[in-house]
T-cell receptor, first 112, second 119 residues
């Protein structure tokens, strides 16, 4: 799996948008960009994924650079419950049998 | 979304004893489950891939005789930590994928994790 680079930590204020960056300069043409998050003392949970186009779901938005070498996870209004470690992961197309390889992720702190 | 359940959520045991952790997919069938281990303030590290009806595939450096994995059905995989020692204390997490691909995202579903403390 290609490597991703994320900041170790970020801070946000409650109710404000949060932009979590991820660099993946060695991404291949078939790699999908996945985001998972892990709340304290819990297993990770899926957030969003995309290939080339920007994606939106009920949890977040994913903005993918035109050259696909970077992406940004956007939380439109951070809440205290969004405090977690966010992992940006590249992997094979959906339906493949591979596992997820986790990097260090970005620890997001949300201040009231 | 799909649900993966782990049991127990936490366990404390004496050094030298064995501990079994169960991972169940509650509303879907999973031909493949993955077991991860996470030490404090570190990321998840894949230990092994559990395949239903066949032997598990272990990552380099993971002792297969110490971490016994059984995947006897499409909804249950178990991890047994044999002769546990304090250095085995960790957060163990399983994940699974819907074998029938109902979820188009191809996402993996994770259990809540099991925290093992070996005294």
């Amino acid at each position: 799996d290609a490597k991703t680079t994320q900041p170790n930590s970020m801070e946000s204020n409650e109710e404000e948008p949060v932009h979590l960056p991820c660099n993946h300069s060695t991404i291949s043409g078939t790699d999908y960009i996945h985001w998972y998050r892990q709340l304290p003392s819990q297993g990770p949970e899926y957030v969003i994924h995309g290939l080339t186009s920007n994606v939106n779901n009920r949890m977040a938005s994913l903005a993918i650079a035109e050259d696909r070498k970077s992406s940004t996870l956007i939380l439109h209004r951070a809440t205290l419950r969004d405090a977690a470690v966010y992992y940006c992961i590249l992997r094979d197309p959906p339906g493949s049998q591979g596992n997820l390889i986790f990097g260090k992720g970005t620890k997001l702190s949300v201040k009231p | 979304g799909a649900v993966v359940s782990q049991h127990p959520s936490w366990v404390i045991c004496k050094s030298g004893t064995s501990v079994k952790i169960e991972c169940r997919s509650l509303d879907f069938q999973a031909t493949t489950m993955f077991w991860y281990r996470q030490f404090p303030k570190q990321s998840l590290m894949l230990m092994a891939t559990s395949n239903e009806g066949s032997k598990a595939t272990y990552e380099q450096g993971v002792e297969k005789d110490k971490f016994l994995i059984n995947h006897a059905s499409l909804t249950l995989s178990t991890l047994t930590v044999t002769s546990a020692h304090p250095e085995d204390s960790s957060f163990y997490i399983c994940s699974a994928r819907d074998a029938r691909g109902r979820f188009s995202t191809g996402e993996l579903f994770f259990g809540e994790g099991s925290r093992l403390t070996v005294l």
